[in-house]
């Protein structure tokens, strides 16, 4: 039995579809879920072999949840359900991952379902990740979830003071603390709008806290932030001129 999991903000929507998936003897729908966060926990839990996810999400966007999906040990297939995104569409179509457009048809969602039966059965996995990349640089995101110990927290990017890739983690200093980010600083970089600025190989800085630029030392400067601690990040050489650029210094 294939298990598949619901991810929609919508409940008229997920009851819809999970009608629509159980038509076919191959499949349960193992769970659902109305939010990024509960689907994170719930496919860690169930791991469901097929994850039907809306793009439009109330907590967290819906690409942001398929990429910290395929980080599992065991990742599902990925289905995208969207109400509109043409150019999203026509990508899932380039990169030859299946979608479903709303309003679901019953025709729409066997063929998908087909689709996902010959995939499991002959162990491919479609070419997700060219797909994110490309959606992370044309949709920036309005949430970031991000570890507290064993807890995935969902914040404003506002809230983020800074960002720093230490060893093979990155680190999000917040005013709750620190927070562990699942990915690459440069992952974290195109998820996040101009208010941020990349000023060293190790550090993103939030351009809201930036309360000084200090001289450093043969021609180098830090910035100092607006947090308690007065934090001084280290402008690397190679970003001087975009910071000089943004800052006018």
């Known amino acids: 039995m294939i ?41 860690s839990f169930l791991q469901p072999d097929v994850v039907f996810l809306d793009i439009e999400l109330w907590d967290l966007d819906g690409v942001e949840v398929a990429r910290l999906l ?13 109400a509109y995104d043409a150019y999203a569409i026509e990508a899932f179509e380039l990169n030859a991952v299946d979608y479903l457009l709303k309003p679901f048809t019953a025709e729409r969602v066997a063929t998908t379902l087909a689709r996902v039966r010959q995939l499991l059965q002959q162990h491919e996995t479609p070419p997700l990740a060219s797909l994110l990349r490309h959606l992370a640089t044309t949709r920036k995101t309005t949430k970031v979830a991000a570890w507290k110990e064993d807890r995935l927290l969902v914040i404003d990017p506002g809230e983020i003071i800074y960002a720093e890739a230490r060893g093979h983690q990155v680190l999000l200093k917040t005013n ?31 351009l809201d806290l930036v309360r000084e630029v200090v001289p450093y030392f043969h021609g180098t400067y830090h910035l100092l932030l607006k947090d308690q601690e007065k934090t001084e990040i280290p402008v690397g050489r190679t970003y001087l001129k975009d910071v000089r650029t943004i800052l006018g210094f």
């Not at 008229?12 to 966060?37: H, K, M, W």
């Not at 395929?70 to 969207?82: E, S």
């Not at 603390?177 to 550090?203: C, I, M, N, W, Y």
């Open 70 to 82: 395929l980080k599992q040990p065991r990742p599902p297939l990925i289905i995208f359900a969207t």
């Open 3 to 43: 298990k598949a999991l619901i991810v929609d903000d919508e409940e008229p929507a997920r009851q819809e579809l999970r009608y629509y998936i159980e038509r076919d003897a191959n499949f349960t729908v193992c769970g659902e879920a109305a939010g990024g966060s509960e689907a994170l926990e719930l496919a």
């Open 176 to 206: 709750q603390g620190a927070l562990r980010f699942p990915g690459t600083l440069q992952e974290l970089e195109d998820k996040l709008d101009r208010g941020f600025l990349r000023v060293h190989r190790s550090f993103i800085v939030n």
